[in-house]
């Protein structure tokens, strides 16, 4: 019986026994915060640790809007006054993809510790202007913008589910992609900061 059970094993070469090894779990958390860096907005964004736990990628969106009314009063030529209200909206709809470096990763602790980052932060900005009276001088300024920022960082770990990322950088100019009404200039160097606080979707081990 032994050397039938040898003979069989000897005939089937290429079944090897099952990898018991097991693999490292990969660490990903959401995260909701402030993203300033002119303009500000609030973001949500997703965080993704690569294997050998020093590298990281995330995405994220925002938002950012804000309304003002006013008025101008002209003195017209009969001596009369006339009262003009306009009604002032910015609106940015914002879309980030960040590559970040943990400077002193812990194999128990991933995703956390001090970090520098580099983030592609692309927005569309919709600004409006409406008049009541002197509607000539309404305008619409829509574009499509993005700028590269650099930040150094630290996220805090908070519990065994719980982040605080802390950031501040700067963002190296803004440029024009798109251009769809008026135009929208681009600015120069901007620097910001921003505050998230994360969520894992798996636990850190108990210490």
């Known amino acids: 019986m032994l050397t039938l059970y040898t003979i069989l094993l000897g005939s089937f070469p290429f079944i090897s026994p099952p990898d018991t090894a097991a693999r490292p779990p990969v660490h990903q958390q959401v995260k909701l915060g402030l993203h300033a860096f002119s303009p500000a907005d609030l973001t949500l964004s997703y965080e993704r640790q690569f294997s050998d736990g020093r590298w990281s990628v995330s995405g994220g969106v925002g938002y950012y809007g804000q309304t003002s009314r006013s008025n101008t009063i002209f003195h017209d030529y009969d001596d009369t006054f006339i ?6 909206q910015d609106r940015f709809y914002s879309l980030d993809l960040q590559v970040r470096r943990y400077i002193r990763p812990r ?3 991933p995703l956390g510790g001090w970090y520098l980052a580099a983030n592609l932060h692309t927005f569309l900005r919709a600004s409006q202007e409406r008049h009541t009276l002197y509607t000539a001088q309404n305008y619409n300024a829509s574009g499509v913008l993005s700028q590269l920022e650099l930040n150094l960082g630290r996220q805090w770990l908070l ?3 719980i982040t605080l990322d802390t950031y501040a950088g700067l963002a190296l100019g803004q440029q024009r992609l798109i251009k769809l009404h008026s135009t929208i200039w681009p600015r120069g160097y901007i620097a910001g900061f921003g505050v998230q606080v994360g969520y894992r979707l798996r636990p850190l081990p108990p210490r």
Do not use: L
């Not at 009262?83 to 002032?88: A, L, N, V």
């Open 159 to 161: 519990g065994r589910r």
């Open 83 to 88: 009262e003009d209200w306009y009604t002032m």
């Open 107 to 109: 194999a128990s602790r």
